[in-house]
């Protein structure tokens, strides 16, 4: 099920890294490489640091391999990982390999919030993943709500989110796990990073993705 999932049949070739395996820890309570699966809470969890805290963004999360000159946070965790946990979590993504380029039309697949947390003096905090991004031409903080977990696509080279590094896009990328739907995900230009409460670039987060239940969308 899980090859299917990558594209694969009984006659493709395995992609050239091979899956990290999934151990319960506990009943509901799983891990894949560095993520960590509650299907009690329907959340994927994973570490990640501060990469950038000024300028320009096109992403709020890619690998260390990805385009990390544009991303607010960068990890180490694998996207096929992260795939396929949301998979054991009954996310279907996209549907199509392509998402509208017309930003008024709603984005395919399973809505997602976001939270970012981290320890200050050993105290916990947390927040919502908007928070720390704002818009250039409204200058307001991100809009609270859903992300859409479009799941990426597989391309000759592999799986793509694996090859570009990219997990949670603020403008449409096909490629990304995760897109922003929100108005302005056409606009390059339209996204700065709003650091607030955010610790200091290079300091560990957590990011937290919790599937929403499924039903008819607010």
Same mark, same amino acid.
Request: hydrophobic share 35%.
């Given at each position: 099920?899980?090859?299917?999932? &990558? ?16 151990? =319960? @820890?506990?009943?509901?309570? +799983?891990?894949?490489? =560095? ?10 969890? &994973?570490?990640?640091? @501060? ?16 385009? *990390? ?10 996207? !096929? ?29 399973? !809505? ?12 916990? +905090? ?5 928070? &720390?991004?704002?818009? !250039?031409?409204?200058?307001? @903080? ?7 977990? *479009? ?7 592999? +799986? ?9 896009? #603020? ?5 990304? #796990?995760?897109?922003?739907? !929100? ?11 709003k650091p607030g409460r955010l610790p200091a670039s290079n300091e560990p987060v957590e990011v937290i993705l919790t599937l929403e239940p499924p039903g008819p969308r607010p």
């Amino acid at each position: 099920m899980l090859g299917s999932a &990558f594209g694969q049949t009984d006659s493709t070739p395995a992609h050239s890294e091979s899956n990290h395996a999934v151990k =319960m @820890v506990s009943p509901g309570l +799983f891990e894949i490489g =560095m993520i960590r699966l509650d299907q009690g809470r329907r959340t994927v969890t &994973f570490p990640a640091v @501060v990469n950038l805290r000024e300028g320009a963004l096109e992403y709020l999360l890619v690998t260390s391999q990805g385009k *990390t000159h544009e991303s607010l946070l960068r990890t180490e965790a694998r996207p !096929r990982d992260i795939h396929i946990a949301m998979l054991l979590l009954n996310a279907k993504g996209a549907a199509t390999n392509s998402l509208p380029d017309d930003p008024l039309k709603p984005l395919p697949g399973d !809505r997602v919030m976001i939270d970012i947390a981290w320890k200050k003096k050993s105290k916990p +905090f947390a927040a919502r993943a908007e928070t &720390f991004v704002q818009e !250039r031409r409204t200058k307001t @903080v991100m809009k609270p709500g859903v992300w859409i977990y *479009t799941g990426s696509r597989l391309r000759e080279d592999g +799986f793509a989110a694996d090859a570009d590094g990219s997990i949670i896009s #603020l403008i449409t990328d096909p490629d990304a #796990l995760i897109n922003n739907p !929100r108005p302005g995900r056409e606009d390059d230009d339209n996204w700065l990073a709003k650091p607030g409460r955010l610790p200091a670039s290079n300091e560990p987060v957590e990011v937290i993705l919790t599937l929403e239940p499924p039903g008819p969308r607010p």
